[in-house]
């Protein structure tokens, strides 16, 4: 990383450069570190970059004008931007020298590592890349082929409409470096300038942690105390042990077996945190496991004989039975639960049937014709009881019948299945057969019988 700012007694367009390319470079730190500071971060590079009203272009458009002019450029970024809050007048710095500059001359802008005032004067000037004709025509004949060859690739414009700035160039490459650095692994290394004078062995500590404050070095600092910067796959531990392993531990997820390795190892539970897929070690903590990962295989097979998960099986082995407890209950309350608050309504009003019988014994008149009535209502009552005990029983016989079917079903399948193999063993069998007779009768038939030799009598 670059220096968190440069800057001078006067600032001119390389500098403005300069420090354009340390805020992109901020803020691809703060992408990777530090997501919530890129907010803050992003408005500075908005008030350089944007289109129409950002510093670059505005350069730009004032360059194709016919007679360009620094303080006509320099009014357009405040006007353009007036109430930016990256952007100030001179008069407003906290240095004196600054405030003597006129609102024409300069602009002054806040970046991350602090506020930097810049000239504007020669802005204009350094931002024109383009060659004059007769530079261009003396450098196509010269006879030095290195001149010659360092211009060979410039690309010459034919007017102030069209040329190819200095800052355009500037943010195309800038760019591709960003591209270059967010498809590859990135290290991070600060650059502090140690004091105001640029003189060795002269550190300003109010000087360097400014810096360090700036550059959200500090909030990185407290993110990693506070966090866990270092992390791990857990199947890169596993990997790692897995040759180690009795076969019974082996087959366990590399999730359990890091927990039981660390806690057989004797790490602190705040040292360290899981998550879905990694391991989170607390600052330095990584470098104990790291040397356990560089240990000789003997340490290794000794480490890994501490992991006793016997326990841990056996309590996970409780915990599913209790859950497949769990949701057959629910199961079975979700399904007779409307037909037992039935049944226990309709018990539930024998009370008043009984309070009926009493009073039916009271009449004088109609007394046999209301205990007729009580004793229908009870028989309706039991019967619709024994109708719903029946409909459950129904329920049960189908399911039963179901099974018994699937069952038949299956042992037919299964009795084809071994019928299909019986025949094509015997197929295979004839085969067999057939080829070696064929075998046997070629073998008969290259047999050649040598012809009979007379024997003439002597």
Known sequence: MQASREYFQVNSFEQFCINYCNEKLQQFFNERILKELMMSQYT?????????SGIFDLLDEESKLPTPKPDHFTMEVHNRNKNHFRLSLPRKSKLKIHRDVRDEEGFLIRHFAGAVCYHTNQFIDKNNDALHASLESLIQDSKNQLLKKLFEN????SGKLNFISVGSKFRSQLVILMQKLKATGTSFVRCIKPNVKMVDHLFEGAQILSQ???????????LM????PSRTQFSDLYNMYKQYLPPDLARLDPRL?????????????????????????????????DQIMKSDPENLAILVKKVKLKNKILWRQGQIIKLQKTVRMWRDVRKFRPKFKMITKVKGSQEQLERMEKIANMLKKDKEKALKTV??????MEGFIAKIRMDQGMQDLQKELEKQKSREEEERLRKIKVRQQMLEQERRDRELALRLASEDQNEVEDVVVPPLQRIQAK
């Open 44 to 52: 500075c590079i908005y008030l350089i970059e944007a289109k129409s």
């Open 154 to 157: 410039i690309q010459t414009s």
């Open 212 to 222: 360090l404050e700036c550059s959200g070095m500090t909030s990185v600092l407290d």
């Open 225 to 228: 105390q506070q966090g866990y």
């Open 257 to 289: 077996f890091c927990k039981a390795l660390f806690k057989a190892l004797g790490l602190d539970d705040k040292d360290f945190k899981f998550g879905l897929t990694k391991v989170f070690f607390r600052p330095g903590k990584f470098a104990e496991f």
């Open 375 to 380: 004793r229908d209502i009870e028989q309706a």
